[in-house]
């Protein structure tokens, strides 16, 4: 069973910030929010994790929310190079939980238009 | 940044062949994995390594063997390639578990 929902598709004008939402609501209280997207043709990229408080990289922000139930990946300024399937997983950051099997759910096809 | 570089973007060998895909990270991850992606089977996960000499399998991992000899390099072996195995092979690493760095991939063609 999926252990995230997330809309299956999106559209964000070029330069505008792109809000994605993912639905966990059965996060326990050892599992990181993870988000990853593919480009066309490429290989997944690591975006960004967190447990429960909000984090930000060069490429993204994560917002959690308190009850840790739905988490929003925040590109500040959307290129057309962001064109891509996001991904949103949650498992145990540690090996004693989990064997690193990165399974991906459907995802949101965002699309950056010009 | 982290690197992870494959031997081959695009390969076609034979049915029957043995087939050689390398995997290299400049990071010194402690972790390795392999994962063949299909369309509409999503990412599986064949084998992993997190220390060098070990492996354990991952979903599917029948038709393939792992060599991991040394820290930054981890080695997919098709022993007896079979058009079944054509696909696209993703190697990744990563000092935790679920954060992973992926390579360009190889898209395997066996006719």
């Known amino acids: 069973d999926a252990k995230t929902t997330q809309p299956p598709s999106m559209d964000c004008a070029e330069g505008r910030a792109a809000n994605l939402p993912c639905n966990h609501s059965t996060i326990s209280g050892n599992e990181y929010v993870y988000w990853y997207r593919q480009i066309h043709s490429q290989g997944p990229q690591y975006i960004i994790h967190?447990?429960?408080n909000n984090e930000t990289n060069e490429m993204a922000s994560l917002i959690i929310t308190e009850d840790r139930k739905s988490s929003t990946l925040i590109l500040p300024h959307a290129t057309l190079r962001d064109t891509a399937v996001y991904y949103c997983?949650?498992?145990?950051?540690?090996?004693?939980?989990?064997?690193?099997?990165?399974?991906f759910g459907k995802g949101t096809k965002l699309s950056v238009k010009p | 940044d982290v690197k992870v570089t494959q031997s081959s973007r695009y390969l076609v060998k034979r049915t029957g062949e043995k087939v050689f895909l390398e995997c290299v990270q400049d990071m010194d991850h402690e972790n390795m994995f392999w994962y063949r992606q299909d369309p509409g089977l999503g990412l599986r996960l064949i084998y992993f390594s997190y220390d060098v000499k070990m492996k354990e399998k991952g979903d599917i991992p029948e038709g393939y063997s792992v060599s991991r000899e040394k820290k930054e390099r981890f080695s997919l072996i098709l022993e007896s390639a079979s058009t079944s195995q054509t696909s696209m092979y993703l190697c990744?690493?990563?000092?935790?578990?679920?954060?992973?760095?992926f390579g360009p991939g190889t898209r395997l063609t066996v006719t």
């Open positions: 967190g447990l429960k």
């Open positions: 990744a690493s990563g000092a935790g578990v679920l954060e992973q760095y």
């Open positions: 997983i949650v498992g145990e950051g540690d090996y004693g939980g989990s064997q690193g099997n990165l399974i």
